[in-house]
């Protein structure tokens, strides 16, 4: 089964940008979708941004369109989240997870448990 582990989180001031990486292993990488989610202290775990694995199809929560990009190196097995104009309201752990075959919005609105997940890392966006 496929493996996630999430790097790249830390303390960022408003304004300022972060990439966030998601390195999978252990099964067939392009079989999956791989979505981005974040939950923060007393809040629901929301879908953020999620890419599918078999044509790159992408899907972005309203809340970061125009300001978060997900892309995914097949030959890397890395899929990536660049953060930019960053909000202290993005503050959250950040996690990856993966789906096979998922369609990439279906993914993101369902955020199901049962997904493939890493152990997530830390946002924090203050001044």
């Known amino acids: 089964q496929l493996k996630l582990v999430e790097s790249g989180g830390g303390l960022v001031q408003p304004g300022g940008s972060l990439r966030l990486s998601c390195a999978a292993s252990g099964a067939t990488f392009d079989d999956y979708s791989i979505g981005w989610f974040r939950q923060a202290p007393g809040k629901e775990r929301e879908g953020v941004s999620c890419?599918?694995?078999?044509?790159?199809?992408?899907y972005y929560a309203d809340s970061v369109t125009g300001r978060f990009t997900i892309s995914r190196d097949s030959t890397k097995k890395t899929v990536y989240l660049q953060m930019n104009t960053l909000k202290p309201e993005d503050t959250a752990v950040y996690y990856c997870a993966a789906e096979p075959f998922a369609t990439a919005q279906a993914m993101c609105m369902l955020a199901r448990s049962g997904y493939r997940w890493g152990q997530g890392t830390q946002v924090t966006v203050s001044s």
């Open positions: 890419i599918r694995g078999t044509d790159g199809f992408t």
